[in-house]
Structures are given as C-alpha cells and as structure tokens.
C-alpha cells in the first residue's frame, strides 16, 4: 500500500465528494468557455461575411448584366443642344460623336502661354481683357512635352558630364600627388 505524503490530502478530508467536485471542475470550465463565446462577436462576423457575400454578387450580377446595358445605352443615347429655355437646337449627336466633338474642340481651343483658355482665365478671378490667346492646347502641349524631355535629356548630359570631369580630375589630381611625393627627399637628422 502507498504511503500517503504528509501535504497531500483526499477529496474527503476536504468535505467534497467526488461527484461534487467533477460538477465544480465542469461548472468552471463551461463558464470560462461560455464567457470566451460571450466576448466573440458572432453577429458581426456573420454580418461581415453575409455583406461579402452580397457584395460579391452584387458585383458579379453587376459585371454581367449591367455594365453590358450600360455600354449598350451610352453607344445608343443622342445628344442635342438646346438653348436657355430648353428649345432643341442644333443636330443631334450620338454619345461617341459628342466625345469626339468635345475632344477636337478641346485639343483646338485657342489658350494663353500658360496652357489656360479664356473661360479658365476668367475662372480663376481674372478680367477677360487679361486673356491673350496665343496658341491652340495641342500646339501647347507638344511644347510642354518637348519641353520636359528636352530638359531632363539635358540633365541626364550634365550629369554624364560632371561624372567624367571629376573622375579625370581625381585621377589627375592623384598623378600630381604621387609625382610630387616621389620627388620629396626626406633627411632625418638627430642631434647628438
């Protein structure tokens, strides 16, 4: 027979039966089970998860059949200009011709040095007589173009060339150094 331990005692010199102490030991591990269910937030992930789910049909449904509808009605829709008090005047233009229109009038717009048109100056808070249009917008933008990759070519040029510049000046720098130090004569004299 085992001996018993000095410090170790029975679940009947306690004063609980066994039984009493299993429904204790289960007690406490379900309510620590049913606080940490508690504190997970089930109806936000299952709201979470039901919203991505409708969103991703939504979509799909969205991809499929209305985008196609959409496209469908922009290539089949007229325009037509009408006056102040709402009096059609003017052709009528499909969606894709008035893209074209607008696209050609913007491009042939006359504009000041800047690149703004007459309507943009006066936008901006200036008088109308300050606008002096000198060009149309593509004949700005091309100059802008230019511009730009004809001053970053010539950045590019300087660059090169200050990196060749200083690497001959370091190297004849360091043929003068080595000159100079051959042609030294060091005499050490000690006084005796």
């Not at 009947?12 to 007690?27: F, R, S, Y």
């Not at 325009?79 to 491009?107: H, S």
């Not at 936008?123 to 593509?138: L, P």
């Not at 190297?171 to 004299?189: H, Y």
Request: charged share 30%; glycine share 8%; aromatic share 6%.
């Amino acid at each position: 027979m085992a001996t018993k331990k000095k410090d170790q005692m029975n679940i009947a010199e306690l004063g609980v039966t066994k039984k009493q102490l299993l429904d204790a030991v289960v007690t406490k591990i379900a309510e620590e089970l049913m606080g940490d269910l508690e504190r997970y937030d089930f109806e936000g992930e299952v709201g979470r998860k039901y919203l991505e789910t409708a969103k991703a049909k939504v979509d799909e449904i969205g991809d499929r059949v209305v985008a196609p509808a959409v496209a469908d009605a922009i290539e089949k829709a007229t325009l037509q200009a009408t006056n102040e008090w709402g009096e059609k005047k003017g052709k009528k233009l499909t969606f894709v011709e008035y893209l074209v229109a607008q696209a050609e009038r913007y491009m042939t717009e006359t504009v000041n040095y800047e690149g703004q048109s007459q309507t943009e100056v006066i936008a901006r808070g200036r008088y109308a007589s300050d606008f002096r249009g000198c060009q149309t917008r593509i004949v700005h933008l091309v100059g802008e173009y230019l511009h730009g990759s004809i001053a970053s070519a010539m950045k590019q040029a300087l660059n090169d060339f200050n990196k060749t510049v200083a690497t001959g000046i370091e190297e004849a720098i360091k043929i003068q150094v080595q000159a100079l130090m051959a042609s030294m004569k060091v005499d050490i004299k000690t006084k005796g």
